[in-house]
């Protein structure tokens, strides 16, 4: 989901439900409004249900793809077409992207 406010965000949200928004893809943009140019931060994220790395890795993963298509991807990889195989690198490639991007947010960029 994409949302906008007037403060840069850090990579975990705490909403104080036991549930934390992970933020990603923020981008700083100036928006005129009626008092002139104003600067808010606009950003991806996903509502994880814990702090826990490999959460909010499989909640990105989730946001992409539902858990019956990487059960698909994985079944149409053994068959060894080599469409799936093609499927199935790119999905190990969303992955790895994913997993890399995670760990530079949690490392460079703390809870609130």
């Given at each position: 989901?994409?949302?906008?406010?007037?403060?840069?965000?850090?990579?975990?949200?705490?909403?104080?439900?036991?549930k934390y928004q992970f933020i990603y893809n923020q981008?700083?943009v100036t928006i005129t409004g009626p008092n002139g140019?104003?600067?808010?931060?606009?950003?991806?994220?996903?509502?994880?249900?814990?702090?826990?790395?490999?959460?909010?890795?499989?909640?990105?993963?989730?946001?992409?793809?539902?858990?019956?298509?990487?059960?698909?991807?994985?079944?149409?990889?053994?068959?060894?077409?080599?469409?799936?195989?093609?499927?199935?690198?790119?999905?190990?490639?969303?992955?790895?992207?994913?997993?890399?991007?995670?760990?530079?947010?949690l490392l460079n960029d703390p809870l609130q």
């Amino acid at each position: 989901m994409r949302q906008s406010c007037l403060e840069r965000q850090p990579a975990l949200v705490d909403l104080k439900n036991g549930k934390y928004q992970f933020i990603y893809n923020q981008d700083q943009v100036t928006i005129t409004g009626p008092n002139g140019p104003e600067t808010h931060w606009e950003y991806d994220y996903v509502e994880v249900p814990g702090t826990d790395e490999d959460l909010i890795i499989a909640a990105l993963i989730h946001a992409q793809l539902s858990i019956d298509d990487e059960i698909a991807l994985i079944n149409n990889y053994n068959t060894g077409s080599q469409d799936a195989i093609e499927e199935y690198e790119t999905y190990q490639n969303l992955r790895l992207s994913i997993k890399k991007l995670v760990k530079t947010k949690l490392l460079n960029d703390p809870l609130q």
